[in-house]
């Protein structure tokens, strides 16, 4: 199976700080690279998809970047709404692993 | 507009069995491919099974030979039959679409959970 790791585990920042994730897949996934967002208590929310690609809705602010097996998930000027939990998941091979999370917190 | 509504959870010995069920809204089930995602209190997310259009399944290696993923196309519904239940299986179920485009896939609707709770 594919295994995912995200780094940092946790991090802090500042609204407006420009806040950058990153993932490693255990074997090449191309671009079969997906990230979420979550809120405690709620459903996980897509934000980007194959990689790059920004989900319909989703801020500008997000982006994604990598192939292979190393990504990241940029946030271009942290807002308010966007201290939550962010995922990386491998669509690569079922099953589709998810990294462990990054908790985005206020500083 | 697209809707996933998960029911049936609750609190199960250990050894016992619980169905937890997905309705959907807005699109056909039984012409996408459905997954299963699960959360531990306080941990990340954990992918469980998925059921193709053409309706393969497959599981995590942690509940394979315990849970069966199903779907009634007429009631427009997913399942998950949860058999031999562990106290590790509490989590929150999610149910979730996963829409493909130019071979990539990814979750782009998900229901809002629905608790597990295994414990005597």
């Known amino acids: 199976d594919i295994q995912m790791t995200q780094s940092p585990s946790s991090l802090s920042a500042s609204v407006g700080d420009r806040v950058t994730i990153t993932c490693r897949a255990s074997?090449?996934?191309?671009?079969?690279l997906n990230w979420y967002q979550q809120k405690p208590g709620k459903a996980p929310k897509l934000l980007i998809y194959?990689?790059?690609s920004l989900q319909s809705g989703v801020p500008s602010r997000f982006s994604g970047s990598g192939s292979g097996t190393e990504f990241t998930l940029t946030i271009s000027s942290l807002q308010p709404e966007d201290f939550a939990t962010y995922y990386c998941?491998?669509?690569?091979?079922?099953?589709?692993?998810f990294g462990q999370g990054t908790k985005v917190e206020i500083k | 507009e697209v809707q996933l509504v998960e029911s049936g959870g609750g609190l199960v010995q250990p050894g016992g069995s619980l169905r937890v069920s997905c309705a959907a809204s807005g699109f056909t089930v039984s012409s996408n491919y459905m997954t299963w995602v699960r959360q531990a209190p306080g941990k990340g997310l954990e992918w469980v099974s998925v059921i193709h259009s053409g309706g393969s399944t497959y599981y995590a290696d942690s509940v394979k030979g315990r849970f069966i993923v199903s779907r009634d196309n007429s009631q427009n519904t997913l399942y998950l039959q949860m058999n031999s239940l562990r106290t590790e299986d509490t989590a929150v179920y999610y149910c979730?679409?996963?829409?493909?485009?130019?071979?990539?896939?990814?979750?782009?609707?998900w229901g809002q959970g629905t608790l597990v709770t295994v414990s005597s």
């Open positions: 979730s679409r996963e829409y493909s485009s130019s071979s990539h896939t990814r979750n782009d609707y």
């Open positions: 194959a990689a790059s």
């Open positions: 998941q491998q669509s690569y091979r079922t099953p589709q692993a």
């Open positions: 074997q090449n996934i191309d671009s079969y």
